[in-house]
């Protein structure tokens, strides 16, 4: 089945080691150890890289780097959303100056949501789930692409980097990025390259190795950054790190949108909504009968209730594996396979809910000094 591979549409089979050749990404040689700790490199969830040497040696040494992300807050944050957020806590935990910026005004120029929603669902959703899950304000810059900072040079800064990049892109470079251009394509563009490079200006922390942890549908994104930082001589940016994660499959077995209320299991969802999309939606890898299911066995890697289990909600490597041997062969049937998952939601949404609600007071004083 051919697949497409973009930053507006991900569908098919995607072929991940076709992409490494057509995109020109790196394999991990060798990532340090503290990496090989985390599910996602243990895994291979994280399958590629650009330049990670930099970031791996800073690591290593205990060095200064940064780590940059963004969000669109348009849809509730769901699983697929998880998989970033768990990135960008575990990098925070290594050192990382975290960067996280609400892409409010490309929001704005291609939804149909006003500022204020924006705003809201940013802040009461997708922040909250971060601290929630551990994310440590006092060690993360969160901003709005609409209002950097309060303090005027660092804002001037960034916005006066978005619009000397300008220079150094063409018309052409947009176009094969974006297809169609419009004037907020473009001014989108130009903000979210200075978000990737801005933390390496003089007003924040100069140059200094950054990280964009992406799936692979935004490397468009980072190739045009990579390209203007280079052109653009006047502050020495180093050139930009990125790794690439494969993505989290909806429970129809497409990609996770949230667009689709049937395609994920957002994090504020109730236990029972979660259990009931599971046993409705969730794309099964057995077979049409239980004789049959004995007889061949199921396939787990289109199986979403163990592909859920493999991208974090079963930690244990061991039981994994075990769960992965059982249903190949027969022994575990896909209901079965469906209740693992569910109780191991139960028990996640639990404790996730709950510290959510401990989230609200520090989210709140945080947001009102911004």
Same mark, same amino acid.
């Given at each position: 089945?051919?697949?497409?591979?973009?930053?507006?549409?991900?569908?098919?089979?995607?072929?991940?080691?076709?992409?490494?050749?057509?995109?020109?990404?790196?394999?991990?040689?060798?990532?340090?150890?503290?990496?090989?700790?985390?599910?996602?490199?243990?895994?291979?969830?994280?399958?590629?890289?650009?330049?990670?040497?930099?970031?791996?040696?800073?690591?290593?040494?205990?060095?200064?780097?940064?780590?940059?992300?963004?969000?669109?807050?348009?849809?509730?944050?769901?699983?697929?959303?998880?998989?970033?957020?768990?990135?960008?806590?575990?990098?925070?935990?290594?050192?990382?100056?975290?960067?996280?910026?609400?892409?409010?005004?490309?929001?704005?120029?291609?939804?149909?949501?006003?500022?204020?929603?924006?705003?809201?669902?940013?802040?009461?959703?997708?922040?909250?789930?971060?601290?929630?899950?551990?994310?440590?304000?006092?060690?993360?810059?969160?901003?709005?692409?609409?209002?950097?900072?309060?303090?005027?040079?660092?804002?001037?800064?960034?916005?006066?980097?978005?619009?000397?990049?300008?220079?150094?892109?063409?018309?052409?470079?947009? +176009? $094969?990025? !974006?297809?169609?251009?419009?004037? #907020? /394509?473009?001014? =989108?563009?130009? %903000?979210?390259?200075?978000?990737?490079?801005?933390?390496?200006?003089?007003?924040?922390?100069?140059?200094?190795?950054?990280?964009?942890?992406?799936?692979?549908?935004?490397?468009?994104?980072?190739?045009?950054?990579?390209?203007?930082?280079?052109?653009?001589?006047?502050?020495?940016?180093?050139?930009?790190?990125?790794?690439?994660?494969?993505?989290?499959?909806?429970?129809?077995?497409?990609?996770?949108?949230?667009?689709?209320?049937?395609?994920?299991?957002?994090?504020?969802?109730?236990?029972?909504?979660?259990?009931?999309?599971?046993?409705?939606?969730?794309?099964?890898?057995?077979?049409?009968?239980?004789?049959?299911?004995?007889?061949?066995?199921?396939?787990?890697?289109?199986?979403?209730?163990?592909?859920?289990?493999?991208?974090?909600?079963?930690?244990?490597?061991?039981?994994? +594996? $075990?769960? !992965?041997?059982?249903?190949?062969? #027969? /022994?575990?049937? =896909?209901?079965? %396979?469906?209740?693992?998952?569910?109780?191991?939601?139960?028990?996640?949404?639990?404790?996730?809910?709950?510290?959510?609600?401990?989230?609200?007071?520090?989210?709140?004083?945080?947001?009102?000094?911004?």
């Amino acid at each position: 089945m051919t697949f497409k591979v973009t930053p507006w549409e991900v569908k098919g089979n995607i072929d991940y080691d076709r992409l490494i050749q057509e995109f020109g990404l790196q394999k991990f040689k060798e990532v340090p150890k503290q990496l090989e700790e985390f599910i996602h490199y243990r895994r291979g969830i994280i399958f590629a890289n650009r330049d990670f040497s930099r970031i791996s040696d800073a690591i290593k040494n205990k060095k200064p780097f940064a780590m940059m992300t963004g969000l669109m807050p348009t849809g509730k944050m769901h699983f697929g959303h998880k998989l970033l957020m768990d990135q960008v806590i575990f990098y925070q935990n290594l050192g990382a100056k975290v960067y996280i910026a609400v892409a409010d005004i490309e929001a704005y120029n291609n939804r149909n949501l006003s500022m204020k929603e924006l705003k809201d669902n940013a802040v009461n959703d997708y922040l909250t789930n971060y601290v929630a899950m551990g994310l440590d304000l006092n060690k993360c810059d969160f901003y709005f692409q609409s209002a950097r900072s309060n303090d005027g040079k660092k804002a001037s800064a960034y916005y006066k980097l978005a619009g000397l990049l300008a220079k150094h892109a063409t018309f052409n470079e947009f +176009k $094969a990025v !974006y297809g169609e251009i419009t004037p #907020g /394509k473009m001014t =989108s563009s130009l %903000l979210q390259a200075s978000d990737m490079l801005h933390p390496q200006l003089e007003e924040f922390n100069g140059p200094i190795p950054t990280l964009i942890p992406v799936g692979t549908d935004q490397d468009p994104h980072i190739r045009l950054a990579r390209d203007m930082s280079q052109k653009i001589k006047e502050f020495g940016f180093i050139q930009l790190s990125s790794t690439y994660h494969v993505f989290m499959p909806g429970l129809s077995n497409g990609k996770m949108s949230s667009s689709d209320i049937t395609s994920f299991i957002a994090l504020t969802d109730t236990i029972e909504d979660a259990e009931k999309k599971i046993k409705k939606y969730a794309f099964s890898g057995g077979q049409a009968t239980m004789e049959e299911h004995r007889k061949k066995g199921g396939n787990p890697n289109v199986d979403v209730a163990y592909q859920f289990l493999r991208y974090g909600l079963e930690p244990d490597d061991k039981k994994l +594996k $075990a769960i !992965y041997d059982d249903y190949k062969s #027969g /022994k575990l049937l =896909s209901g079965e %396979l469906k209740q693992i998952t569910i109780d191991k939601l139960k028990t996640f949404l639990e404790h996730h809910q709950k510290e959510r609600e401990k989230a609200k007071k520090k989210v709140d004083q945080f947001i009102s000094k911004l």
